[in-house]
């Protein structure tokens, strides 16, 4: 509603969608590091078999099926928009929940520790780990190259294995020097995020902000301020 009230239909305030677009991207930078700060991998090995399994099936199944069903509403004459990917496009983000209402709700209802709630957070960090997959693939949907795919996701991987080992042996010390202040924690917090950023969007790398956004967040995942540091960047 605020989007169509300063947008050109209303007090046209914003005149295109370029004109924001730097901003919207920042915003998308900040909720998926938000995002990686709740998706602690290390819990993915305490929850069985019955998670893991159900993680990986849930999404490409839901995603294909609610896909199957636009597909069969575009033939019958409704549109979901232009070009030939339109269908998946409204179809994948059925199959993801979001992350960070749903814990905000099982927390509320103290279901973080029972049996339900821990197949449920196994479910959706299952579900923020294809998002990464789709991320990435995403960019060469319309042309996808086997060579191409593969150095997007070895760069993946290399940026992955460069997240952890920061998490591991730097950022420790640097937390622990910065742990007199909860704010400068903060900051140091927010600028490992944006240099993880400039690293993924290097020429030679050619990674998104996003996705880098989202790595970044989940390497400090594990560290016992996590939770506190998506306290402060959410309000």
Same mark, same amino acid.
């Given at each position: 509603l605020g989007g169509v009230l300063v947008g050109p239909i209303g007090l046209d305030i914003v005149h295109s969608q370029r004109d924001i677009t730097d901003f919207s991207s920042l915003g998308l930078v900040f909720l998926l590091f938000m995002i990686g700060l709740e998706l602690d991998i290390s819990e993915l090995a305490k929850m069985g078999?019955? &998670?893991?399994?159900?993680?990986?099936?849930q999404f490409p199944l839901c995603a294909g099926l609610m896909t199957l069903i @636009?597909?069969?509403?575009?033939? &019958?004459?409704?549109? @979901?928009?232009?070009?030939?990917?339109?269908?998946?496009? &409204?179809?994948?983000?059925?199959?993801?929940?979001?992350?960070?209402?749903v814990v905000k709700?099982?927390?509320?209802?103290?279901?973080?520790?029972?049996?339900?709630?821990?197949l449920t957070v196994g479910i959706l960090i299952f579900q923020d780990i294809w998002a990464i997959i789709v991320l990435a693939i995403q960019p060469d949907l319309a042309n996808p190259q086997v060579l191409g795919l593969l150095k997007t996701f070895g760069m993946i991987v290399a940026l992955i294995i460069i997240a952890l080992c920061y998490a591991k042996f730097v950022m420790?010390?640097?937390?622990?020097?910065?742990?007199?202040?909860?704010?400068?924690?903060?900051?140091?917090?927010?600028?490992?995020?944006?240099?993880?950023c400039c690293l993924a969007t290097l020429p030679f790398v050619?990674?998104?902000m996003e996705l880098a956004a989202l790595i970044s967040g989940v390497a400090l995942a594990t560290f016992p301020y996590s939770a506190e540091f998506n306290g402060k960047i959410k309000y």
């Open positions: 078999k019955v &998670v893991i399994g159900t993680g990986l099936l @636009f597909v069969s509403l575009e033939a &019958v004459g409704l549109s @979901f928009g232009e070009g030939q990917y339109s269908a998946l496009y &409204v179809g994948m983000p059925c199959g993801i929940s979001s992350t960070m209402i709700l099982l927390s509320e209802h103290a279901e973080m520790d029972t049996a339900p709630g821990r420790p010390a640097i937390f622990m020097y910065s742990s007199k202040s909860v704010e400068l924690m903060l900051i140091v917090a927010l600028a490992w995020c944006f240099f993880m050619g990674l998104s």
